[in-house]
């Protein structure tokens, strides 16, 4: 059954019509065209997919689009762009933190969640708020310095405007 | 200077390089972006013997048609070969660019330089650039190799950390084959064939219309089937009503007990000898027997490929390791000429060898055959790629060590029982998958593995590195496994690596010395020797606690392939109800490093892949096929479980560059594994080292 459903997506506001049971991550990447969200497993078991829904993390492979009405959704396109990077992916560079980078998007949702509402986490927080996701070339250790690194830049202000 | 095999295959130099108009060079590579950095590493070489910046460089990678072939981008040969070709020709045609500029501005060569592309007469401007005289250098011609690269002092891009050209995209939600659209284009998954023989006797395609619409189309050649539409939740959805709504006559049947290495080393074999025979000695013979089990390669993300077969000619997108065999195989498979198939890389999520990318691609090619003109995305599901990617063979192998009187050993020999780990598509009669499922299959893959010469497969790293005057291997090719088995990084250097370096131990142990120092003892390559010195420092190995109540430090030592770049290795471990890794240090000696960072951080997932294969992966086998599905029963490392690192590279310039992308994951095992039982007092010779192998070697060492 189709439905119209409006959310917001990186700030921008979605009229979309499709049925209910469409994942989430269905509707980001082949109606939206925001291929940033990644299929991993579709099992919630990875993270590859992971966005904010009103800031906190949802597994876009699982969720229905029907419960999202008038939700606000933020994914890795809308943390920053080329030339406009959030304080997180600036410092995930830095860091050199990624090897093939697929886990990245979900990555940083999830390290942008856990930021949001500690700014100061210490390594095993930031451990945990990572666990769920999955990455399989080993670029942890870089990418919990990057997070690390990241809260540091944005407690000194110096991440303003994100 | 010598000329690379990569070189010889493609001998013009336009099949490497090539000015741009927009004032770029491009260059050519046939190895491929993995994850591993490779790219970043090629342009530094490239940048740095033609005198440009990073960014006036741009690569272009695994493109059948106009690039080079090379293989595959496998065995850490990447920076050897393609990395000497690369740096060999960009010496060659600057050396022709500046000829042709000192004739034009009427100077001898020796005035001139290049900065950044320009052409500088003793140091000032001339005006003249490489885009200027490009027209005039015929690159049509061959390489001759008679042009010297760059001394190492001289180098300003080669040895510095260049960040990852691809990163930036992909941390803003770009980069990768999964995010192409092509106009029109069609998702597209596969009902699979479950065994080579299996036939459909009956497909319900009501069934699947009444579970996902009427806008999926069924496609079927033979015994492929795919599911193919605009819509891919509806594509996703026929697929899984797909799998129920087939009746297969003759699908595969496994046993549970396949899965084992015990199941492995009992099967027929090729058996053959390697190296010298065993001698007999005074201080009589140790020997211990190892094993692990079949591993999967876990990409996270499932294989993906784009196909699109118009007007005569398929064109494939795929993030397999070599476009030039892909090439040759779906052209084989689909009885097409070569030149009709066209294969582009694009980059997909790290692969650790030959996973399921490769048939993805013939998947895509297949439904694109059967709809011409409309471009084809095929996914697999993770099921899938648990379910159908080749296997890394699970193994045992038995150390036998002749000691002397001195306690050292005098013979060596390594026995191994394994599946082959060398069959890519294309090598030894393997081909890749979707072939069993049409008209005519080929004839059934022979048992082949990769020749010691060219590193080995299961016998890769089975050599001992240390002084030994006689080392040999006696091999057992096991050929009829239930599975497809090819090469996950390492091939059979994991499990070598860790018998090899725990017979080390046991060894050191009956002589009553240090594990560090026995090692030395035997040691005379400089090199090896150095590494070891280095990580005993960085480990404070001196200051090792006596070991046992449940904690322990680990050493271990190889040079990948016997060949490539070494890795000492110290680990330390706390034993409770599992085994948990708190530190681990390493030493490497890459040669000539192009790219610190890069190598280190290749080397940082190598080790933490290999915390994972010897603590936790292991893949099983059910009734119906391979039972480790999804990330709960096939579960690998996670964040709560990641120690401390520490990567040095030891300075070795002098030397040529050597690959690191698979070096530390052997010495990692078998640190690990001599941490275990240095731990507990015992040995755990199994992986993974699970909690039931804790008890069962407390139990057993008691
Ligand atoms: S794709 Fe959603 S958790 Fe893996
Ligand atoms: S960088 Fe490859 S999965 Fe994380």
């Known amino acids: 059954m189709s439905k119209h459903l409006t959310m917001t997506v990186n700030g921008h506001v979605h ?21 940033g969200s990644r299929y991993g497993c579709g099992l919630e078991q990875c993270g590859a997919c992971m966005v904010l829904v009103d800031g906190e993390t949802v597994y876009s492979c699982s969720r229905e689009a029907g419960s ?13 762009a080329p030339g406009a990077l959030h304080p997180l992916q600036q410092a995930f560079l830095d860091e050199q933190a990624g090897q093939c980078g697929y886990c990245l998007s979900g990555m940083l949702m999830a390290a942008k969640a856990l930021l949001d509402r500690n700014p100061s986490p210490t390594r095993a927080e930031i451990v945990e708020a990572l666990d769920p996701n999955v990455c399989r070339c080993g670029s942890h250790p870089r990418i919990l310095r990057a997070v690390a690194r990241a809260a540091a830049v944005l407690r000194s202000g110096a991440g303003d405007g994100h | ?9 493609n001998p013009r130099l336009d099949r490497w390089l090539r000015f741009e108009p927009d004032r770029t060079v491009r260059v050519a590579t046939g190895k491929v972006e993995l994850g591993q950095g490779i790219l970043t590493a090629l342009a530094q070489i490239a940048a740095e013997e033609l005198d440009l910046r990073v960014d006036q460089i741009r690569i272009m990678s695994g493109d059948s048609v106009e690039g080079p072939g090379e293989g595959y981008t496998a065995s850490s040969w990447s920076v050897e070969h393609s990395g000497s070709a690369i740096r060999a020709v960009s010496a060659e045609v600057r050396a022709l660019a500046l000829a042709r500029a000192a004739l034009r501005l ?33 690159l049509s011609a061959e390489a001759t190799g008679a042009v010297a690269p760059k001394p190492v002092a001289e180098h300003r891009i080669v040895g510095r950390d260049i960040p990852r050209l691809d990163l930036a995209a992909k941390l803003t939600g770009s980069g990768f084959i999964q995010d192409i659209d092509m106009p029109g284009m069609l998702h597209a998954r596969t009902l699979r064939q479950p065994g080579r023989g299996a036939t459909l006797l009956l497909l319900d395609k009501d069934a699947i219309r009444r579970a996902a619409g009427d806008g999926v189309l069924i ?45 492995i080393a009992t099967q027929p074999s090729h058996d053959r000898h390697i190296g010298d025979p065993m001698p007999e000695s005074d201080g009589g013979r140790v020997s211990m027997r190892f094993s692990r089990p079949f591993l999967s390669h876990g990409s996270i993300a499932p294989s993906c490929a784009l196909a699109l077969w118009q007007d005569g000619l398929l064109s494939v997108w795929s993030h397999a390791q070599g476009m030039h065999p892909l090439r040759a195989n779906i052209a084989a498979t689909l009885r097409l000429p070569v030149e009709k198939v ?44 648990f379910g159908y990617e080749p296997l890394s063979s699970a193994m045992a192998v038995e150390v036998h060590a002749s000691v002397g009187t001195d306690g050292r050993p005098v013979g060596w020999t390594t026995e191994i029982w394994s599946a082959a780990h060398g069959q890519r598509p294309g090598v030894g009669g393997a081909y890749l998958l979707a072939a069993d499922a049409l008209e005519t299959p080929p004839p059934e893959r022979k048992p082949f593995d990769i020749p010691e010469e060219r590193g080995g497969g299961a016998t890769r790293n089975a050599i001992p590195l240390y002084d030994i005057a006689a080392k040999g291997i006696d091999f057992h090719l096991v050929h009829d496994v239930p599975v497809r088995t090819s090469s ?34 035997l040691l005379t390559d400089p090199r090896a020797r150095a590494v070891l010195e280095r990580v005993g420092d960085m480990a404070r190995w001196s200051e090792r606690d006596p070991g046992g109540a449940g904690r322990g430090t680990g050493i271990a030592l190889a040079r990948y392939k016997n060949a490539s770049a070494y890795a000492a290795i110290v680990a330390a471990v706390e034993v409770g109800e599992a085994v948990r890794v708190t530190d681990v240090w390493c030493a490497v000696d890459a040669g000539l490093v192009i790219n610190p960072d890069g190598v280190a951080n290749q080397v940082e997932g190598n080790m933490i892949q290999a915390i994972s294969w010897a603590l936790i992966e292991e893949s099983r086998f059910g009734e119906d096929g391979v039972a480790s599905l999804d990330w709960q029963t096939y579960p690998v490392i996670r964040f709560r479980d990641i120690p401390e690192i520490r990567v040095e590279l030891v300075d070795a310039s002098a030397h040529d560059p050597l690959g690191v992308g698979e070096c530390a994951g052997g010495p990692a095992a078998a640190a690990i594994g001599n941490a275990v039982a240095h731990a507990l007092g015992t040995r755990i010779r199994d992986m993974p080292m699970t909690r039931e192998r804790i008890i069962e070697a407390l139990m057993r060492g008691s």
């Open chain 2, 1 to 9: 200077m010598v000329i690379s095999q990569s070189l010889r295959d």
């Open chain 2, 488 to 521: 996950l990084r390492g091939l059979g250097a994991t499990l070598n690596v860790f018998a090899i370096e725990g017979l080390m131990d046991e060894l050191s142990a009956r002589a009553g010395e240090d594990p560090l120092a026995y090692r030395l003892s």
């Open chain 2, 219 to 263: 496609v079927r050649r033979e015994n492929f089937v795919a599911l193919a539409g605009e819509d891919e939740t509806a594509v996703r959805k026929a697929a899984t009503a797909a799998a129920g709504a087939a009746v297969w006559d003759r699908p595969r049947r496994l046993g549970p007990e396949q899965a084992g290495a015990g199941w």
């Open chain 1, 68 to 80: 999202l009405q008038g939700r606000s959704i933020l994914t890795v396109e809308g943390l920053g």
């Open chain 1, 15 to 35: 009229e979309i019509d499709t049925a209910g049971t469409t994942p989430l991550l269905d509707v980001l990447r082949n109606h939206l065209g925001q291929k």
């Open chain 2, 342 to 385: 066209a294969c582009h890389h694009a980059q997909g999520a790290g692969c650790y060898g030959h996973n399921g990318a490769d048939d993805a691609a013939l998947d895509a090619a297949l439904v694109a055959m059967e709809l011409p003109g409309k471009p084809i995305r095929l996914c697999w599901s993770r099921e899938e790629e």
């Open chain 2, 106 to 138: 009427n100077a001898a060569p020796e005035e001139l330089s290049v900065l950044e592309g320009e052409f500088l007469r003793d140091g000032t401007a001339t005006g003249l650039d490489y885009w200027h005289v490009a027209p005039d250098i015929d």
